[in-house]
């Protein structure tokens, strides 16, 4: 019925007062059942969204009904049209009215939800994506009731969106985004962190409040690699800490039976939204016509370009498989545009800066001047925030995306395509994966109706029950169960815990610490126990080719976990690309060193040099971000601390890669500087200005430095460099 309703809303060019009676009635019918309050609001997000149709006698009638579901939110962004004209109403509308944030109402629910937690209840929250989960967590940091507070987001994407938020906050807290910086005994600290942040963290002070994003990924069920480092997060600060916590997620149906008695806490699921998402269904309009290979992928294609050419006045996500597919369909509808004769937009300030640091001929640049951008987990952060920032104010309109949309980066998107039906080669996306790229479609308060379309038919429904492993321990991990203390372990006799007991306690120390494989980083301290020639791990500073081979060799054969993805990293190649970046320390010698490589290999030999630049690029940013800003500095730290326990035993003098592993990880900056790293200041500009710097200021200074003396102004920075100074 309620979809009956809906369609002839959308259809008609006029609702009669004598329709709008009709519908209220039914309206006020089904607000009395709890199961179908949620058809009401969706009927009403049409309304909304077609309120010029509704004849005007009627149309107070509705800003009633809207009143009576909580819309306040809307109430108060339309009130020049949706005007509450009873003392009552304005007296509830009143009481949503955000205590600690100017001009900003609450709706019904998350009014709801933040009171219980003023109650001392930990909350673990399952939403939709519109259903306004971030406001939460400012409402709580607004309130000021916690001194230390530490939020675990999964990327630090979502984290640099975070930070910008809360900045605002910077008066009553410090914002703390790096394992380096200090915490204030002034002011109050929140930490922005991931989870392996977290616990790398030295001496966090007392933990008052945590806030869990995307706490789905505690489940080692969702071949996650980061589980067991995000259950060792959560553990440190539910026992050692026992802080009060938020977690957060979407489309979950419950967690593992036990844990919210045990931790004083509440799963709440609700399926209340401010806009509704709408399926069109294009799989089935072009039944076995849609392919992955010969005309029926050409077919696919171009069905994909026509509808984003009918859709380019409004925004639009296309979900993708992979970063290759990413840039293999943003280079094709680029084409595509310029054979409709569409005019390129005058160059984004992004555009100068990949000539200058990247090269001429990358297809991003030819995408940006037709307002194409691309989003995925290998580009340069500041790449991935600057694209963000043009698709939210419209200078873009499309943007080719992989998972990492999923995980919680806000765009201004109403319209998702979803294109393709698995993650990498051969991995399907499920019913889970499939509702959070669905509920990308429409921002609440930006659009009343976000539509996906489907390329291909979604995945079957299925519940998604969030197992917690350090919790459950049904399996445990070793790297988890290491972790716990022995009143904890649900079954002490179990061989597993034989053999996590039976580590020598110094030993077993260490490997906790360090948080990766427990079998591997004893194979490699056995190993070193019979080395013959030690000076190929005890080294300090900058290490031969053949120390960095043997180190990373090292981890290379014992710290990839089972299934963990590497290609198209090679142990030879990893070797290869870290020493020669420590000589040469540029992102542009690294492209073109495997852009010339690229060119000897036979897989390459039928693809033309713009192709293989492209493929070089993508391959040498993955490098630069997953292998040199985080797994060759996590693992050169992991074994120095291994070498160090053997050279102990053994009485020999130990060496020290810390000094080396950190250069790494921020691009050869000195340690005062990287914070800018954080802030998503491109390295050039970082490069540019720090020869205008006190050597020696503190870290937590540097900004406030550049800013107060407009240093952005004094150094040859381009305008691209000098945007994130002006921010």
């Known amino acids: 019925m309620s979809r009956e309703f809906i369609r002839s809303i959308k259809s008609a060019d006029y609702i009669t007062l004598d329709d709008s009676f009709k519908l209220i009635k039914y309206c006020n019918k089904m607000l009395k059942d709890n199961v179908r309050k949620n058809d009401v609001r969706l009927i009403l997000i049409y309304l909304l969204d077609n309120w010029n149709k509704i004849d005007v006698q009627a149309q107070q009638m509705w800003v009633d009904m809207i009143e009576s579901v909580g819309f306040y939110p809307y109430l108060e962004k339309y009130k020049d049209r949706l005007q509450v004209d009873n003392t009552a109403g304005l007296i509830r509308k009143g009481l949503y009215k955000s205590q600690y944030l100017s001009n900003l109402y609450l709706h019904e629910e998350q009014k709801e939800l933040l009171q219980r937690i003023s109650l001392g209840k930990n909350m673990i929250i399952s939403a939709p994506t519109s259903f306004g989960?971030?406001?939460?967590?400012?409402?709580?940091v607004s309130s000021r009731r916690y001194k230390n507070i530490v939020i675990i987001q999964p990327t630090l994407a979502l984290l640099d969106e975070t930070r910008k938020k809360l900045m605002k906050y910077d008066s009553y807290y410090k914002i703390v985004v790096k394992t380096t910086q200090p915490t204030s005994n002034e002011k109050?600290?929140?930490f922005l962190l991931t989870a392996e942040r977290v616990l790398e963290y030295p001496h966090l002070p007392d933990i008052e409040f945590f806030v869990l994003d995307e706490f789905y990924k505690l489940s080692a069920k969702r071949d996650d690699e980061r589980s067991d480092i995000l259950n060792n997060a959560l553990y440190l600060l539910l026992n050692k800490h026992r802080a009060s916590f938020m977690f957060?997620?979407?489309?979950?149906?419950?967690i593992s039976n036990g844990f919210a008695e045990k931790y004083n806490?509440?799963?709440y699921k609700t399926t209340y939204s401010l806009v509704a998402n709408e399926e069109v269904d294009y799989y089935s309009k072009y039944q076995g016509q849609f392919g992955r290979s010969g005309q029926k992928k050409i077919f696919k294609e171009k069905t994909l370009f026509e509808l984003l050419y009918l859709l380019r006045e409004e925004q639009t996500l296309v979900f993708c498989s992979s970063p290759?597919?990413?840039?293999?369909?943003?280079?094709?509808?680029?084409?595509?545009?310029?054979e409709k004769n569409i005019q390129k937009i005058s160059p984004l300030p992004l555009v100068e800066w990949i000539e200058k640091s990247i090269h001429r001929q990358w297809c991003l640049t030819e995408c940006l001047?037709?307002?194409i951008g691309i989003h995925d987990g290998a580009l340069p952060r500041h790449i991935t925030s600057s694209i963000i920032d043009y698709f939210n104010n419209q200078s873009l309109n499309c943007l080719f995306c992989t998972t990492t949309i999923i995980e919680g980066v806000n765009t201004s998107a109403k319209n998702i395509i979803y294109y393709d039906k698995t993650k990498g080669k051969d991995t399907p996306i499920d019913f889970f994966d499939y509702s959070n790229i669905k509920g990308r479609a429409g921002r609440m308060m930006v659009h009343f109706v976000g539509k996906i379309y489907n390329f291909n038919p979604p995945p079957p429904k299925?519940?998604?029950?969030?197992?917690?492993?350090?919790?459950e321990q049904n399996p445990v991990s070793d790297e988890v169960l290491i972790n716990l203390n022995l009143e904890e372990i649900r079954q002490p006799n179990s061989e597993q815990n034989q053999y996590i007991q039976s580590l020598p306690k110094d030993m077993k120390a260490i490997i906790q610490r360090n948080g990766v494989t427990v079998r591997g980083q004893e194979n490699i301290i056995n190993t070193l126990m019979h080395l013959s020639d030690f000076t190929l791990v005890n080294w300090t500073g900058y290490p031969t080719y053949n120390q960095l081979a043997y180190t990373l060799g090292l981890a290379w054969d014992?710290?990839?976990?089972?299934?963990?993805?590497?290609?198209?990293?090679t142990k030879a190649k990893l070797v290869k690309q870290t020493f020669d970046y420590t000589l040469h320390k540029s992102l542009q010698q690294l492209i073109q060193n495997t852009y010339s490589f690229y060119k000897t290999q036979p897989r390459y030999s039928k693809w033309n040099d713009v192709d293989i630049l492209d493929e070089a690029i993508k391959d040498s940013f993955q490098t630069l971000r997953h292998w040199f800003e985080y797994k060759v500095p996590k693992w050169l730290t992991v074994i120095n601390s291994l070498q160090e326990y053997v050279c102990q035993k053994m009485h020999i003098a130990p060496g020290n890669y810390l000094f080396y592993a950190n250069l790494i990880e921020n691009d050869f900056l000195p340690p005062n500087l990287t914070l800018l790293l954080e802030y998503n200041v491109p390295i050039s500009a970082i490069r540019k200005i720090m020869r205008l710097l006190p050597p020696d200021i503190n870290e937590d200074h540097v900004l406030p430095y550049i800013i107060r003396n407009h240093l952005d102004e004094k150094s040859d920075l381009i305008p691209y460099e000098r945007g994130f100074f002006n921010r």
């Open 369 to 371: 001047n037709y307002k």
């Open 133 to 140: 989960k971030s406001l939460l967590i400012e409402e709580i």
């Open 558 to 569: 014992n710290l990839i976990k089972p299934g963990e993805t590497t290609n198209p990293m």
């Open 248 to 254: 957060l997620g979407p489309n979950i149906e419950d």
């Open 324 to 338: 290759a597919k990413v840039r293999d369909l943003s280079k094709k509808y680029s084409v595509f545009l310029q």
């Open 462 to 471: 299925e519940d998604i029950i969030v197992d917690i492993p350090f919790f």
């Open 265 to 267: 806490a509440e799963f």
């Open 188 to 190: 109050g600290n929140i």
